[in-house]
């Protein structure tokens, strides 16, 4: 299985000068879940989707790859 880019939250982590540590904090969650959804590894939920967008002030689609 290919691993193929889905989303672009690393990308907009770097635009916005925000760091994956920031973001787990912000989300309670682990650095190595939030690195293993920048590296497109496996994909965040939905909804955790949806909250990251609202955190870091974007729409959830500019978190996705067209």
Known sequence: MSCKSINRIKIVLVEKSLTSKWLAEQLGKNEATISRWCTND?????????????????????????
């Open 42 to 66: 496996v994909q965040p939920p939905l909804k955790t989707l949806v909250k990251i967008a609202e955190i870091i002030n974007v729409t959830p689609r500019e978190l996705l790859i067209e």
